[in-house]
């Protein structure tokens, strides 16, 4: 089983910056992937971001140029900077963490962390 806790959203003015991070814990696990998802009311969930164990990361065009996930490998936690944020932004994130447990890869979610963008 793997554990994801995430913190750091909160409410901010448009055109202000949020972290977000997302740590995993459990045992003996080794991340594939590890990815950011938001949700707003009334919307399908959507992928913001998504960083490979390589270090390769891909975004939703929503977000290109504004936000940045980074990661820790040794910590098993990773990072959401977003910038420039806009009440389009506005939603429950969620962490996403691809895991595998022996031989065999599991999804696991965390809570969701509010983020909330006024104009």
């Known amino acids: 089983q793997v554990q994801l806790v995430e913190s750091g959203g909160g409410l901010v003015q448009a055109g202000g910056s949020l972290r977000l991070s997302c740590a995993a814990s459990?045992?003996?696990?080794?991340?594939?992937?590890m990815a950011w998802y938001r949700q707003a009311p009334g919307k399908q969930r959507e992928l913001v971001t998504r960083?490979?164990?390589?270090?390769?990361?891909s975004y939703g065009d929503s977000v290109k140029g504004r936000f940045t996930i980074s990661g820790d490998n040794a910590k098993n936690t990773v990072y959401l900077q977003m910038n420039s944020l806009k009440p389009d932004d506005t939603a429950l994130y969620y962490c996403?963490?691809?895991?595998?447990?022996?031989?065999?890869?599991?999804?696991?979610w965390g809570q969701g962390t509010q983020v909330t963008v006024s104009s």
């Open positions: 996403n963490a691809n895991a595998w447990i022996g031989f065999v890869g599991y999804d696991y």
């Open positions: 459990g045992s003996r696990f080794r991340i594939n992937t």
């Open positions: 960083i490979l164990s390589s270090g390769s990361t």
